[in-house]
């Protein structure tokens, strides 16, 4: 049973944005005690996979990174290149963010999220992509503000939320020792309008009837609806 918070409630969630003076488009997200930053660049160029390809329209991709001190004992950096997990991770932020934004608003360019998690207790994949929305958010409005945009560039409001089976309960926005004893955990990315993007994750040990699965993507969905709600007020 979970202390001082609802099964379906969400952990304290702040957005500021324009963190970083320098880069096109930042933001900082504390959610829980879990913080990431996120900070867009904005390139004119295509990544070598597309060049010469034909392709039309812009790219975006993100790199992830958890800092040595986000966690209670020191991790090395990832210097030469990313371990399997932030890769992952970086994959998952770059398309549930390549599903928010308007490419073709972009020709020839590249649009980097730097994804740091500063403090990490849960949640930190989720946090990354509302990081990164906000980020585009931020430098969507600077853009349009300032005339190189004509249009609004994001067409789909993006975030994501955790849920869990813990001790048989669904729990909403689990924290890192909720994760730790979950016996099914699933990161749920979805659009305001209630549509998914990807679901990602599984059980822990025992099978889970799909009936039961669906119904935690449903309150998932849910979830990032509130996410969503709380975000776009502080945007």
Known sequence: MRKNRAPDALRDLRVTTGYNRYAEGSALVEWGHTRVLATLSIEPKLPPHLRGQGHRGGWL??????????????K?????YAGGRSQEIQRLIGRALRASLELS????????????????DGGTRCAGILAGYAALHHAADRL??????????????VAAVSVGLVGGEALLDLDFAEDSAA?????????????????QGGGEAQPVAAERYLQLVAVGIAGVQRVLEQARAQL
Do not use: C
């Open 105 to 120: 608003m972009f020709p020839n360019k590249t649009l980097i999220l730097d994804v740091d998690v500063l403090q990490a």
């Open 144 to 157: 349009v503000r300032t005339g190189q945009l004509s249009e609004w560039p994001l067409r789909h409001e």
């Open 61 to 74: 991709t993100a790199e992830y990174a958890l800092l040595p001190r986000a966690t209670g004992e020191r």
């Open 76 to 80: 090395p950096r990832e210097r030469l």
């Open 183 to 199: 016996e099914l955990d699933l990161n749920v990315v979805a659009t305001a309008e209630g549509h998914l993007v990807e679901v």
